[in-house]
């Protein structure tokens, strides 16, 4: 086989290179390859012409042997852009072209035109619907009696620096992915102290609202949790009047607040705990600093009017609660009625989340003990029953709910109530809370070291903000980018007298 003849196919004009580059000597054995084959030729001739088909050229090569050498010697004495590069300096005072270019462009720059999103014909480009804030004033006004919302979303509603109240903001920047790296240690949770709420609101410092569970609760399965509505007495909202009732039962201890940072109700840390992953749920708290401690006082935000849908769902987890406690005034085979809601147990514990020791009420739902007689509490927990559209939302919101909740407080076990929409007990499951995290956690829906991590720099954030003797609003409100700390005109008469009495 003919190798020149396999090069010009191959690689089409690298031959031509090849031969530019080669001495005088080689183009003398050019030359006698040109006369001596055929295919000699047809790389020769591919490399001059250069335009010219391999078929062509050998035609060309075998009439006139002499043309073929002249073309390629004058292709090897020139450069290969067709000038000789040795010798002219296309930068010189010699090349006329290069002298006459003006340093300066006589062209405008080139404007490009404003990007439009072009994912959603039907609603337009940007801004809300078809409202562009981009494209100038409109030629007719916004249709309806509504008057015209400029800068939507940026406001001073949305927008608290502009505030008089406003004093500092903690950013929610950071990831997940950073905040998983932080290992804040958490210290067991240690029970001081307890105090019961009895039906008609009165306190007493001692664990005679606490009630026992019941280890049987499966065999009320298809028991219907629409029962006794009719009796059920409210919760009613007592504001800072049930934090007095906490901050009485440390000082009935004696417990000292000496060594102690904050002081507050299980609830807000739950607040704070889950906005590491949830979001889109507002929530504020009071904010109160004395004699180097901080109290964080429940506010309730103001929500919608209930339907008597609403209420009966609220009832049902009362419901289920009655249910799965043992009631001494209850016999066996007769129906649950007059839930007072308003009957509770809590139990004050202390704990250490990193550097900040926290004294902490929480209620309890009821208890049970090993076989050696150690108590331990129990989460009683409702829910819709589960199929393959709303697993995924459970995992990912109540789980996480439930995880933080139990674990703040040290409680083992959560015991899950499933109902259905008519309010029918259709199973239950007991969860142990430690095992919570490894159920989700190859799932990746979230990580309980993330929210330890995430409240370890809320709490720092929060206690060398404020100042001795002020007060404050802690808030997570939209767009929920991050916790806003506003000023606060007074403080909780609950959180005073305490303060006096200490």
């Known amino acids: 086989m003919d190798f020149s003849e396999q090069d010009v196919d191959n690689f089409g004009g690298d031959g031509a290179r090849q031969s530019s580059s080669s001495s005088s000597s080689s183009s003398s054995s050019s030359r006698s390859s040109s006369n001596g084959s055929d295919g000699g030729e047809t790389s020769s001739a591919g490399s001059g012409s250069g335009s010219a088909s391999a078929s062509g050229s050998s035609s060309e090569g075998e009439d006139n042997g002499e043309e073929v050498d002249k073309r390629t010697h004058g292709y090897e004495e020139r450069d290969l852009f067709g000038s000789d590069s040795d010798e002219k300096d296309l930068f010189g005072s010699d090349n006329e ?5 003006l340093a300066i ?37 916004r249709p309806g009696p509504y008057p015209q919302r400029h800068n939507y979303g940026y406001g001073s509603k949305f927008n608290n620096r502009h505030d008089e109240r406003f004093v500092s903001e ?27 709420r009895v039906e008609g609101g009165d306190v007493c410092f001692d664990d005679r609202s606490l009630r026992l569970f019941k280890r ?31 901050l009485a039962a440390i000082r009935n201890r004696n417990i000292p607040l000496g060594n102690i940072h904050f002081v507050t109700f299980r609830n807000n840390l739950n607040k704070i705990l889950a906005t590491a992953y949830i979001r889109h749920e507002p929530w504020e708290m009071g904010v109160h600093k004395r004699n180097g401690v901080v109290y ?75 076989d050696d007689g150690r108590r331990f509490y129990v989460e ?15 995992e990912r919101e109540k789980l996480l709910k439930f995880w933080i909740q139990s674990f703040l407080a040290g409680v083992p076990y959560i015991v899950i109530g499933f109902r259905d929409d008519g309010g029918r007990l259709v199973r239950t499951e007991r969860l142990r809370t430690k095992d919570i995290t490894q159920r ?6 979230w990580q309980g070291g993330v929210c330890l991590a995430f409240a370890d720099e809320v709490l720092c954030w929060l206690y060398g903000t404020v100042k001795e003797n002020e007060d404050y609003i802690l808030q997570f409100a939209p767009p929920f980018t991050r916790l806003e700390l506003l000023q606060a005109q007074s403080c909780p008469d609950a959180i005073s007298g305490h303060v006096q009495q200490l």
């Open 97 to 101: 072209d290069y002298c006459k270019t």
């Open 105 to 141: 462009s006589p062209y405008p720059v080139p404007v490009l035109p404003a990007i439009r999103n072009n994912n959603n014909q039907n609603r337009g480009g940007f801004g809300r619907g078809r409202w562009q804030n981009d494209r100038g004033a409109g030629i007719l006004p």
């Open 170 to 196: 903690l950013k929610l920047s950071k990831s997940e992915e950073t905040l998983s790296r932080k290992c804040i240690a958490f210290q067991e949770p240690c029970e001081l102290a307890c105090y019961s």
């Open 216 to 246: 049987l609760i499966t065999e009320d399965v298809g028991a219907d949790l629409n029962e006794g509505y009719d009796t059920f007495i409210e919760k009613k909202d007592l504001g800072s009047e049930g934090f007095g009732d906490l």
């Open 380 to 394: 009683l927990k409702t829910s819709r029953e589960l199929d393959y559209h709303t697993e995924e939302r459970y």
């Open 296 to 370: 964080l006082d429940v506010h309730k935000l103001p929500e919608r009017p209930q339907s008597d849908l609403d209420r009966r769902r609220c009832y049902w987890g009362y419901c289920f609660e009655s249910l799965a406690t043992e009631d001494p005034r209850r016999a066996d085979g007769e129906g649950i009625h007059h839930i007072d809601a308003n009957a509770e147990y809590c139990s004050v514990i202390k704990t250490k989340l990193g550097a900040h020791r926290i004294l902490m009420g929480a209620e309890m739902d009821c208890c049970d003990s090993t």
């Open 440 to 445: 989700v956690k190859m799932k990746n829906y």
